[in-house]
């Protein structure tokens, strides 16, 4: 499939060192410093696409797009993979209750997402992989794990012993209650009789009535969730044989973390015999007005209703750089206000004849993104700026900090 429209990176000015980055790692639960190394691979999982781009998924995707910045940024290459689960339960639930074709309804909201995320001056990845497109990978990939003696089957469906990998359960660190628990909530099916492990993960499923399928060497089906990410990131981000790990990052929302991140790491760890990811990072979730926000409550807020509303993008950027990543967070009418309100004081204070002195800001900026990306900080230190070149302070260059923030920050003003 292809990716959306590429996105143009201003050049930083001369002499600028950006510090190295620390980032948050899940499976060491601490924020570790991350490896220096001139290309990074990076895989984020993308959207099962039938209600797409909520805040949710925007907020996911711009915490990547802030670390791929900051990367190339300090001059490295980033390859990125991307995919669609474009074949899934909820794609199939959501294609019947709306009686729409599910490749229409999946092709629709693909489209849609594009465009949100080119509004968002998001990045790019430089693979953007469907499920369906990808199916020989798959099949493939679960043919490896069963010669590795890693599969049984329940009636005509395959599953992966989780236990094959020694490591499994240790990049998400919930006890096993939680896990059956969650397990059961996110699609997977604990209480299944025949199972050898009731965390064992559906590899492959066999072709059920009224539902797409695919030939296959493991009979007619389609794939599980897990072993779709796991097989295109390693085929697309062409992992280094001589890596301790076999890509740089496995992102995503929190909610990933168990069991996707984890069932998929552990497959991982079997075909190529190493741990997956050197990093596991996760973005917390988004609420409205201090509730979660959900499918099942109907209280998403989608980018392109925003957009239609004739709200710039930038200020939707800035809105969920207010908060920290990793943490949960709210959004509201009153934080949209404000974010705009900053986006127009930054507008006209970038094209003022005199502005503060830029070199410090930028080098602030950079230094609160190396901290496991320290976004309100970053915003604090332009809102100072703003503030003093709104009190006549001179001395800077904005075209220098107007590049600078693009290029970071991704906020094209
Ligand atoms: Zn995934």
């Given at each position: 499939m292809n990716s959306w429209a590429s996105v143009a990176i201003p050049p930083l000015g001369e002499g600028l060192e950006l510090p190295p980055l620390q980032l948050m790692d899940t499976a060491r639960a601490s924020i570790t410093p991350f490896p220096e190394k001139s290309l990074y691979r990076i895989y984020v999982c993308g959207i099962t696409p039938y209600d797409a781009t909520h805040l949710g998924h925007a907020a996911t995707y711009l915490t990547f797009d802030l670390i791929n910045r900051y990367l190339r940024a300090r001059g490295a290459e980033v390859r990125f993979v991307q995919n669609i689960t474009d074949i899934d339960d909820p794609l199939l639930e959501r294609a019947i209750r709306d009686n729409v074709d599910w490749r229409q309804l999946a092709q629709s909201q693909i489209d849609l997402f594009r465009g949100d995320m080119v509004n968002l001056h998001i990045l790019p990845p430089d693979h953007y992989i469907g499920v369906v497109e990808a199916m020989d990978l798959v099949t493939k990939s679960i043919s490896i794990l069963a010669e590795r003696a890693t599969t049984y089957t329940v009636d005509k469906d395959l599953y992966f012993s989780v236990r094959a990998d020694s490591q499994f359960g240790t990049r998400s660190h919930y006890s096993e209650e939680k896990m059956l628990e969650i397990f059961a909530e996110r699609g997977?099916?604990?209480?299944?009789?025949?199972?050898?492990?009731?965390l064992d993960a559906l590899l492959w499923l066999g072709h059920r009535e009224g539902e797409p399928s695919w030939e296959s060497p493991h009979g007619d089906g389609r794939p599980g969730w897990h072993i779709e990410c796991c097989a295109i990131a390693l085929h697309y981000l062409?992992?280094?044989?001589?890596?301790?790990?076999?890509?740089?990052i496995q992102g995503?929302?929190?909610?990933?973390?168990?069991?996707h991140h984890e069932m998929s790491a552990a497959q991982a760890k079997i075909l190529q015999?190493?741990?997956?990811?050197s990093h596991y990072v996760h973005s917390g979730m988004i609420g409205l007005d201090g509730v979660k926000m959900s499918k099942s409550l109907g209280n998403l807020v989608f980018v392109s209703k925003l957009v239609e509303a004739g709200i710039n993008p930038m200020s939707i950027r800035w809105a969920l750089m207010e908060s920290h990543y990793s943490t949960d967070r709210s959004w509201s009418d009153e934080l949209l206000q404000d974010s705009i309100a900053w986006i127009d004081r930054l507008r006209r204070a970038l094209s003022m004849m005199e502005v503060a002195p830029t070199a410090p800001v930028i080098r602030n900026i950079a230094s609160a993104l190396s901290n496991n990306l320290d976004t309100p900080a970053a915003l604090s230190e332009l809102k100072k700026w703003i503030i003093a070149s709104e009190n006549q302070s001179d001395g800077g260059e904005a075209g220098e900090l107007s590049r600078a923030i693009d290029a970071i920050l991704g906020l094209a003003i």
């Open positions: 997977g099916d604990p209480s299944r009789s025949g199972k050898q492990d009731p062409e992992p280094d044989s001589t890596s301790v790990t076999s890509i740089d995503g929302g929190s909610d990933l973390i168990f069991p015999g190493r741990e997956f990811a």
